[in-house]
């Protein structure tokens, strides 16, 4: 069974980092894009950051470039989202994401098969 379980979540301050993980269990994904979307409160689940299956093409939405960094270790089958210069508008919860394709313009356009459950972040002001 694919399992994409998320961590790194908590409560930080405006301006403070975090960097989330997002550990894949089941399957190899290696050959897979993966990726990260958020839901903050009242609002729709939005594309945040991916990642293509070899690590040397990502993606950002405009709100996050230069702030947010995302990479992975295929040997241990876990993404990582690294989140530098946090605002309170970046609060929500977190989830991983990864379709069958390997291109990150994939993950973009929701094309996802496998979901985490999510982990919460939170930025005080």
């Known amino acids: 069974q694919v399992q994409l379980v998320e961590s790194g979540g908590g409560l930080v301050q405006d301006g403070g980092s975090l960097r989330l993980s997002c550990r894949a269990s089941?399957?190899?994904?290696?050959?897979?894009?993966m990726g990260w979307f958020r839901q903050a409160p009242r609002k729709e689940r939005e594309f945040v950051a991916a990642?293509?299956?070899?690590?040397?093409?990502?993606d950002y939405i405009d709100s996050v470039k230069g702030r947010f960094t995302i990479t992975r270790d295929n040997a241990k089958n876990t993404a990582y989202l690294q989140m530098d210069r946090l605002k309170p508008e970046d609060t929500a919860v977190y989830y991983c994401?990864?379709?069958?394709?390997?291109?990150?313009?994939?993950?973009?356009?929701?094309?996802?098969?496998?979901w985490g459950n999510g982990t919460l972040v939170t930025v005080s002001s």
């Open positions: 994401a990864a379709p069958m394709n390997p291109f990150t313009i994939t993950v973009r356009e929701g094309a996802v098969d496998w």
């Open positions: 089941g399957r190899s994904f290696s050959g897979h894009a």
């Open positions: 990642i293509n299956s070899r690590g040397d093409d990502t």
